[in-house]
């Protein structure tokens, strides 16, 4: 089992960056960024490997954002900087592992979740 806990939603401004962070209980193989709102399906963000340096971003966000990992005493976590944020990231953003050594924007694929935190962008 796998708890994840995100923190770092809120409001900001168009233009500014957000930050947000999720601690994971233990280390799986990959983590990742999704995001929904409502009435629409939970789309993928970003990701990055535990056991490969790589990483996989959206194209909605690509250049606009940063994965990155950390690990402290026995917790790891994962943190997605977005720069630049606009309304149209507005949404509950959700972090997710899973237990597999490949990326994946499949949220299927992710068997473990936060409970989400929210971000909204005013204008």
């Known amino acids: 089992q796998v708890l994840l806990v995100e923190s770092g939603g809120g409001l900001v401004q168009a233009g500014d960056s957000l930050r947000l962070s999720c601690v994971a209980s233990?280390?799986?193989?990959?983590m990742g960024w999704f995001r929904q709102v409502p009435g629409k399906e939970r789309e993928f963000v970003a990701a990055?490997?535990?056991?490969?340096?790589?990483?996989?971003?959206a194209h909605s966000i690509a250049g606009r954002a940063t994965i990155s990992r950390g690990v402290a005493n026995d917790t790891v976590s994962i943190h997605l900087q977005v720069n630049n944020a606009k309304p149209e990231d507005t949404a509950v953003y959700y972090c997710?592992?899973?237990?597999?050594?490949?990326?994946?924007?499949?949220?299927?694929?992710?068997?473990?979740w936060g409970q989400g935190t929210q971000v909204t962008v005013s204008s």
């Open positions: 997710a592992a899973r237990i597999s050594l490949n990326l994946s924007r499949n949220r299927n694929d992710y068997q473990y």
């Open positions: 990055a490997s535990w056991t490969r340096d790589t990483t996989d971003y």
């Open positions: 233990r280390r799986p193989f990959a």
